[in-house]
């Protein structure tokens, strides 16, 4: 009978299920959607009891594919950054406020202040107290929401209220824990007076753990419930930006994980913890044993092809977006797009820029440009916006050799061509990483159960399917736009402040 682990990954659209042999390759994946609910500009929430019937039912469908299969460990993955609100009983108090909800800025600007403004909390974090961490979000609750607050008894992140509901037990990893904004990476603790000031309590936290370490096994009732075999062992697993980096392959310094989905992410594993002094990407727990994990992460990458795609299809008069011609329109435009540029910051910004009211915008418009220099813009500027994360890579001494490519965009020969030119590296893919977080999930599981002795053994074999290198005469363009592209943030600083008193004076006065 062949061994298996399971990877479970609560995305921000679906709930993504995958098992994976001793190979390291993925035998079955099932995808399960639920809703996302934005009452207000800004907000993105979720109900985690949407996120449960989701993994049962992805759980229980794999397992019935399996057949005869073992399955040996479970592993977790989730949207980092998210509040869930649990009572004295451990019900669930409201939907959860996801990592993309910008409704807290305020409230990380009076934490910063509290502590002693940005250096003081980095000196205490590392990281800056960003409106998607977690942090943010409990204030706002108390805040805004006081009633629900006083009845909060504890919050869990959401990879770790499926680890309550599978074995009963609270507990999160080091690398999601990283994400909170009350966690220091160096000591790998919480840091207690950063917990005051986000208006929550030690007493509230869970307990944390090593990605590959053991959190209990699934309940009986559970197990006999999802079709597993009881005593199924669950594992730390991580939050899903970081273990999304080592679903690529990304266990040691060298590489650099650039997921093209719906945020762009750029991310490393070091050897070492930097010292975040500008704190404009962030520094984690890595998910192997002595590694840190830095990642800085765009608001939107595909997502902004997305939204332009979806402008055309509204216009077009079709269903939904056709982003196959769409992308065959924009490979057919020059480089560079004759001189258009486009800056992707249709939700705010968390890095290059932490800008959580900045927009977006087309520069360099003229009657010469047509629907396919709109659509390479989109791409270009999406991707220079990530090679300007790449520079601040550079500051903290994290080296990038080569780049290895993931998320739904990657899967576009047009994307990788472009990505390997702006930033002038060779771009690879590699098998099982666009499973994305579910199979890094599922790795850690393994290593954990001992299936393989650390992720090194794992990546030992996993298949190369796609190698980019950069065209030097692209390459050299790219290169001559993005000292442009790259300062346009600041030049417009004025114009996005003048914008943003604009709206919100509309807003009073509705």
């Given at each position: 009978m062949s061994a298996v682990t399971l990877g479970v990954d609560i995305g921000t659209s679906a709930c993504k299920t995958v098992a994976v042999d001793a190979?390291?390759?993925?035998?079955?994946?099932?995808?399960?959607?639920?809703?996302?609910?934005?009452?207000?500009?800004?907000?993105?929430?979720?109900?985690p009891l949407d996120w449960w019937r989701a993994?049962?039912?992805?759980?229980?469908?794999?397992?019935?594919?399996?057949?005869?299969?073992?399955?040996v460990g479970i592993?977790?993955?989730?949207?980092?950054?998210?509040?869930?609100?649990?009572?004295?009983?451990?019900?669930?108090?409201?939907?959860?406020?996801?990592?993309?909800?910008q409704r807290c800025a305020a409230e990380c600007d009076d934490i910063t202040a509290e502590l002693g403004g940005l250096?003081?909390?980095?000196?205490?974090?590392?990281?800056?107290?960003?409106?998607?961490?977690?942090?943010?979000?409990?204030?706002?609750?108390?805040?805004?929401?006081?009633?629900?607050?006083?009845?909060?008894?504890?919050?869990?992140?959401?990879?770790?209220?499926?680890?309550?509901?599978?074995?009963?037990?609270?507990?999160?990893?080091?690398?999601?824990?990283?994400?909170?904004?009350?966690?220091?990476?160096?000591?790998?603790?919480?840091?207690?007076?950063?917990?005051?000031?986000?208006?929550?309590?030690?007493?509230?936290?869970?307990?944390?753990?090593?990605?590959?370490e053991q959190t209990g096994t699934v309940n009986d009732d559970i197990a006999d419930a999802l079709g597993l075999p009881r005593g199924v062992p669950v594992f730390g697993g991580g939050g899903d930006a970081v273990i999304q980096t080592t679903s690529m392959g990304i266990v040691a310094p060298g590489d650099v994980g650039i997921t093209l989905g719906t945020a762009g992410i750029v991310a490393a594993?070091?050897?070492?913890?930097?010292?975040?002094?500008?704190?404009?990407?962030?520094?984690?727990?890595?998910?192997a044993p002595g590694s840190w994990h830095?990642?800085?992460?765009?608001?939107?990458?595909?997502?902004?092809?997305?939204?332009?795609?979806?402008?055309?299809?509204?216009?077009?008069?079709?269903?939904?977006?056709?982003?196959?011609?769409?992308?065959?329109?924009a490979a057919s435009a020059p480089v560079g797009s004759e001189g258009l540029l486009f800056l992707p910051y249709l939700n705010g910004e968390r890095s290059p820029h932490v800008a959580p009211h900045a927009t977006a915008a087309f520069l360099g418009l003229t009657r010469a440009h047509a629907a396919e220099h709109l659509a390479r813009a989109v791409i270009e500027g999406a991707l220079l916006n990530l090679?300007?994360?790449?520079?601040?890579?550079?500051?903290?001494?994290?080296?990038?050799?080569?780049?290895?490519?993931?998320?739904?965009?990657?899967?576009?020969?047009?994307?990788?061509?472009?990505?390997?030119d702006i930033c002038d590296r060779e771009v690879v893919t590699l098998a099982g990483s666009a499973e994305g977080g579910a199979f890094g999930a599922a790795l850690a599981a393994g290593v954990g159960a001992g299936?393989?002795?650390?992720?090194?053994?794992?990546?030992?074999?996993?298949?190369?399917?796609?190698?980019?290198?950069?065209?030097?005469?692209?390459?050299?363009?790219?290169?001559?736009?993005?000292?442009?592209?790259?300062r346009l943030f600041e030049q417009l600083a004025d114009v996005q402040a003048n914008l943003t008193a604009l709206t919100l004076r509309e807003e009073l006065a509705a």
């Open positions: 190979r390291g390759a993925v035998v079955a994946s099932k995808v399960f959607d639920y809703p996302l609910y934005s009452d207000r500009p800004g907000w993105s929430e979720q109900d993994t049962s039912n992805g759980i229980a469908a794999i397992v019935e594919e399996l057949g005869e299969a073992e399955v592993g977790l993955s989730g949207q980092m950054h998210g509040l869930v609100a649990l009572d004295g009983e451990d019900q669930v108090l409201r939907r959860a406020i996801l990592w993309n909800d250096d003081a909390l980095v000196s205490l974090t590392n990281n800056r107290m960003l409106p998607g961490f977690t942090g943010g979000k409990i204030r706002w609750l108390r805040d805004h929401e006081p009633e629900l607050y006083a009845r909060m008894a504890r919050f869990s992140l959401p990879k770790d209220y499926l680890r309550y509901r599978l074995t009963g037990l609270f507990a999160t990893d080091e690398s999601d824990a990283s994400g909170t904004g009350f966690f220091d990476p160096r000591t790998r603790s919480w840091v207690p007076e950063v917990v005051e000031a986000c208006g929550a309590e030690l007493s509230m936290l869970p307990r944390i753990v090593g990605s590959t594993s070091t050897d070492f913890c930097p010292e975040n002094t500008n704190a404009l990407v962030q520094v984690s727990v890595g998910n830095i990642m800085g992460v765009s608001l939107a990458a595909a997502g902004a092809f997305q939204w332009f795609g979806e402008i055309v299809a509204q216009y077009a008069g079709i269903d939904r977006p056709d982003f196959v011609g769409l992308t065959e329109l090679r300007r994360i790449l520079a601040e890579f550079d500051e903290l001494g994290v080296p990038c050799a080569r780049i290895v490519a993931s998320g739904g965009a990657s899967q576009s020969p047009l994307w990788l061509e472009i990505l390997a299936v393989w002795p650390g992720y090194t053994e794992v990546f030992a074999e996993v298949e190369e399917l796609v190698r980019v290198r950069p065209d030097p005469e692209r390459a050299a363009r790219y290169d001559r736009i993005y000292r442009v592209h790259s």
